[in-house]
């Protein structure tokens, strides 16, 4: 038994471990697909279709185009004939680089829409949405503010509260005190609370109080459309603020590089096909949206590039091109450096070690 048993953490942590990077490398596929055919629609040559670096695992000649699979699917790339691609006008050229991200989100858009149709899983992935204002539990740090497991908030600062978690959340950002009263039925009877705003809306983000998971049933299938749809440009707006955050305020916390990234999706995998599905969404929108910063080894870059001579009629010079795509390299490289590093830290728990949070 001794013997069995770690073979078999084995064997599911290698499952796991492939589940994730298949996962990252079909949405970075997905995404050049989305390059690829919008070439082949305006009929702009595509010598090669490349997915991961490393070792090629896979290679072959279609037509005029070279498909490979390399070893580490995290990143890809379609290569374009030159002269072919300058030779379209400036919305064929548009749309070739914007095909990679409309592609990503409508990867998303499905997702969302299905997942409706099929029924939310629990996950706080999908927290504020598949809870309901009843408390499920409260750590001993929050027990000063005076909460109780078992207790439902039926009113916030004179409003009542209805529906899911999101709406107790959404009432708490939009009320102007610094503290806010709270209305809660607890076995049977009103108690009312005055709490310091701040502590506790910090006491839900970090789940020191958490309420209490609820199955949400799927919905008729339109219903789910519009529901999945709201939900994706929620997040879509959510994922665009936080890469603002990171290019004006300089705030990397809520980014996660590769490592963090390849270790959520095998944690999804192993909660099941929906969780699972609904990360890989996820990371579909960010990449959509990362490919939106005007970085030149970006697709926002590319489309900013194009446009500048669009508008002076005459390409840029070559040599500044260079020179900007390097330092956007150098850029890129860094704060993956950063990131993974950080990510690290966090799975083994080194932040912690040296002094950090």
Same mark, same amino acid.
């Given at each position: ?21 298949? +996962? ?22 595509? !010598? ?6 490393? !070792? ?43 095909? +990679? ?17 099929? +029924?939310? &899983? ?26 109780? !497991?078992? /207790? ?40 009312? *609370?005055? *709490? ?10 970090? $789940? ?8 949400? &049933?799927?919905? &008729?299938?339109?219903?789910?459309? %519009? ?15 936080? $890469? ?35 990360? *890989? ?10 490919? *939106?910063?005007?970085? &030149?080894?970006? /697709? ?13 009629? %005459? ?20 704060? @993956? ?10 799975? @083994? ?9």
């Amino acid at each position: 038994m001794s013997i069995i048993n770690p073979c078999f953490l084995l064997s599911k942590n290698l499952i796991l471990i492939f589940l994730g990077i298949f +996962g990252i490398g079909f949405i970075i596929g997905f995404h050049e697909l989305g390059h690829f055919l919008f070439s082949k629609l305006f009929r702009v040559n595509v !010598p090669a279709f490349a997915i991961g670096f490393g !070792p090629k695992l896979f290679k072959k000649q279609i037509g005029e185009t070279k498909f490979s699979l390399g070893a580490i699917p995290l990143g890809g790339y379609v290569e374009t004939n030159r002269e072919s691609f300058d030779s379209k006008p400036y919305y064929q050229k548009m749309l070739v680089i914007g095909g +990679g991200i409309a592609f990503n989100l409508l990867f998303a858009y499905f997702v969302f829409c299905l997942l409706f149709m099929l +029924g939310l &899983p629990k996950t706080r992935f999908l927290y504020a949405t598949t809870t309901t204002p009843t408390i499920e539990a409260v750590t001993k740090d929050a027990q000063s503010l005076g909460i109780k !497991p078992g /207790d439902k908030i039926v009113n916030i600062d004179g409003k009542e509260v209805k529906g899911e978690t999101k709406i107790v959340l959404q009432q708490l950002k939009e009320s102007k005190n610094n503290t806010v009263k709270l209305k809660l039925s607890r076995v049977g009877q009103l108690v009312d *609370l005055q *709490l310091d705003k701040k502590k506790f809306l910090q006491a839900l983000g970090t $789940f020191k109080i958490s309420f209490k998971y609820v199955d949400r &049933p799927g919905l &008729p299938l339109f219903q789910a459309i %519009k529901k999945g749809i709201q939900f994706t440009n929620a997040y879509i707006y959510m994922s665009v603020m936080m $890469f603002k955050n990171m290019l004006v305020k300089r705030d990397t916390s809520g980014v996660g590089g590769p490592v963090m990234i390849i270790a959520a999706t095998m944690q999804s995998a192993a909660q099941g096909l929906k969780v699972f599905l609904l990360l *890989l969404a996820l990371i579909s929108i960010s990449l959509a949206i990362l490919n *939106l910063i005007p970085l &030149p080894i970006l /697709d926002g870059g590319q489309a900013l590039l194009y446009t500048i001579e669009a508008i002076i009629r %005459k390409p840029l010079s070559e040599k500044i091109k260079e020179y900007i795509f390097i330092a956007s390299w150098i850029f890129m490289l860094a704060l @993956f450096v950063l990131i993974s590093f950080r990510d690290i830290w966090r799975l @083994f728990g080194l932040a912690k070690f040296f002094g950090g949070k």
